[in-house]
């Protein structure tokens, strides 16, 4: 299956034992997961300096890992489609499919 375009040329980083992709431009970190099918999703996206996500857009829920800034966790969830989700004291967000 074909790199969605707002993931091409994207870092990666290994978070507790799972290789991600670290969105770096505007566009992988407005949209994360979203418009994509749960198949063709990444195994994980690492958004830094974030506090707050959307599923604005998602056709399945997502596990989100908020993170400090140690990379340690905060708080994990699991949000459906088409919410917000937010932990003030976040460096930065991980998104994983579902099950991951």
Known sequence: MET??????LGTTEIHGIRVLVATTFCSRLLGLALLSAESAPAGLLIPG???IHTFGMG????????DER??????ARVPPRRVARERRAAAVLELPTGS
């Open 4 to 9: 969605p375009s707002r993931f091409r040329g």
């Open 50 to 52: 974030c506090n707050s």
């Open 60 to 67: 399945f829920p997502i596990d989100i890992v908020f993170l």
């Open 71 to 76: 990379r340690r966790e905060l708080r994990r």
